[in-house]
T-cell receptor, first 117, second 107 residues
């Protein structure tokens, strides 16, 4: 299947700093990428949908000024957590959509564990 | 509102003991039901996509089936390495995930 990478896999930062997470589709072009966060023992919660060359669409309750998403190319999307606080500590997962006939399949990255001290 | 309910929440099996995981869904205009496997600390790994009732797909010890209201993930003669959380998701326009079933297979 298609491969999606994320970098970094783990990051620890001080409260108030900003953290950037990269998501890349390695062997296909992804017109749409998605960002999720996952708390322990919970399922994935969609944060935003990112289309190449346009502004991201955020889910209700997700602060767009805090979670900046840039989808600069067909293989790269970035999530920047601005002025991170301990409550932002979570597992962040991106996915990229590959068109497969009339339907699209999503492939997920390995996730980024963010810990804010 | 789209809803996905997975059962059971947790399942413990002995190696070789076959069983099934359930995913019940309510969605307006199904454009795919997806099964993923997630290991601790990792992103979901794609397993299957099912598009229409009656469809079945197999991969090694796993077999996924789909009806108009639910999907089953059958695990035949599981091994300890099958231990993981199995996630079901449906898609009208975007993925809606269930809470997952945590499967533990004991040797």
């Amino acid at each position: 299947g298609a491969v999606v990478s994320q970098h970094p896999s783990r990051v620890i930062c001080k409260s108030g700093t900003s953290v950037k997470i990269e998501c890349r589709s390695l062997d296909f072009q992804a017109t749409t990428m998605f960002w999720y966060r996952q708390f322990p023992k919970q399922s994935l919660m969609l944060m935003a949908t990112s289309n190449e060359g346009s502004k991201a669409t955020y889910e209700q309750g997700v602060e767009k000024d805090k979670f900046l998403i840039n989808h600069a190319s067909l293989t790269l999307s970035t999530l920047t957590v601005t002025s991170a606080h301990p409550e932002d500590s979570s597992f962040y997962i991106c996915s990229a959509e590959e068109r497969s006939g009339p339907y699209n399949e999503q492939f997920f990255g390995p996730g980024t564990r963010l810990t804010v001290l | 509102e789209d809803q996905v309910t997975q059962s059971p929440e947790a399942l413990r099996l002995q190696e070789g003991e076959s069983s099934s995981l359930n995913c019940s869904y309510t969605v307006s205009g199904l454009r795919g039901l997806f099964w993923y496997r997630q290991d601790p600390g990792k992103g979901p790994e794609f397993l299957f996509t099912l598009y229409s009732a009656g469809e079945e797909k197999e991969k090694e010890r796993l077999k996924a089936t789909l009806t108009k209201k639910e999907s089953f993930l059958h695990i035949t003669a599981p091994k300890p390495e099958d231990s993981a959380t199995y996630l079901c998701a449906v898609r009208p326009s975007r993925l809606t995930f269930g809470e997952g079933t945590q499967l533990t297979v004991n040797p």
